[in-house]
């Protein structure tokens, strides 16, 4: 079975963890995007869907399904989003598509997150897939230089400026035992926007897509 038809496998098992009438966060990727085809034949169901880039905002729209802005709805019930890479506590890498701060708010703002991915996220140690934070360009330099410092080797993403108007520097070479304590490290370096880890905030429940069928894990 190939990854793309383990990624729909997930996307399509989320739809089982929304309720009627509520307001849906949704994250960003090719997993995603299955997600938002399936949840195409639901639409009906639900009052709107907050996007996380506006790459998901132009896939909704195709769809027909009304995208509102989080400032109007408050707390959301539900987050759907992808990984990079996801650990046993449920603790992700994002940031491939490069929308991770958008995901990070919507995330922060749900009550509940599910992530969706194929078998092939699920690590041991997070850190292979190099770890995106988002970056003032003005602070390129001075945030690579920090990096380094910490034993990472940062790689500007070429041809890359977030939905926010910023740089992504992709961070080679880490593995992080302690996720929480490297995103509160992280976060605090002056001109980093949004570090791609989601430790503080991880999943609540992951789907992944296996090609004997969908594994469900939950936090602690
Ligand atoms: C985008 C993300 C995605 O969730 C992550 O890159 C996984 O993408 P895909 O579903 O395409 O494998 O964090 O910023």
């Known amino acids: 079975m ?25 994250g960003t990727g090719t997993t995603v995007n299955y997600f938002i085809d399936a949840l195409s034949r639901i639409k009906h169901r639900l ?18 399904i009304p995208v509102l802005d ?6 959301l019930p539900l987050y759907v989003d992808g990984a990079d890479e996801a650990n046993r506590q449920l603790q992700l890498i994002k940031g491939g598509g490069g929308a991770l701060t958008r995901e990070k708010i919507v995330a922060a703002a749900s009550d509940r997150f599910v992530c ?11 850190g292979k897939f190099p770890l995106p934070v988002e970056v003032i360009p003005m602070a390129r330099s001075h945030v690579g230089r920090e990096l380094l410092k910490r034993g990472g080797q940062p790689v500007l993403r070429e041809n890359c400026i977030t939905d926010n108007g910023n740089l992504i520097l992709d961070i080679y070479n880490l593995q992080i035992r302690e996720p929480a304590k490297w995103e ?34 939950h936090a602690g």
Do not use: C, W
Not at 116 to 126: E, G, T
Not at 191 to 209: K, N, Q, S, Y
């Open 184 to 217: 509160m490290e992280l976060n605090n370096i002056a001109g980093i926007v949004a570090v791609g880890l989601f430790a503080l905030r991880p999943a609540d429940v992951l789907l992944l897509g296996t090609p004997d069928g969908v594994r469900v894990a």
């Open 2 to 26: 190939s990854s793309d038809d383990m990624k729909k496998r997930a996307a399509e098992a989320a739809l089982e963890y929304i309720e009627d009438n509520v307001v849906l966060g949704v």
């Open 47 to 64: 009052d709107g869907v907050v996007s996380s880039s506006e790459a998901t905002t132009q896939r909704l729209k195709a769809h027909r």
């Open 70 to 75: 989080l400032n109007a709805v408050g707390p």
């Open 116 to 126: 969706i991915a194929d078998r092939s996220k699920l690590v041991d140690i997070l």
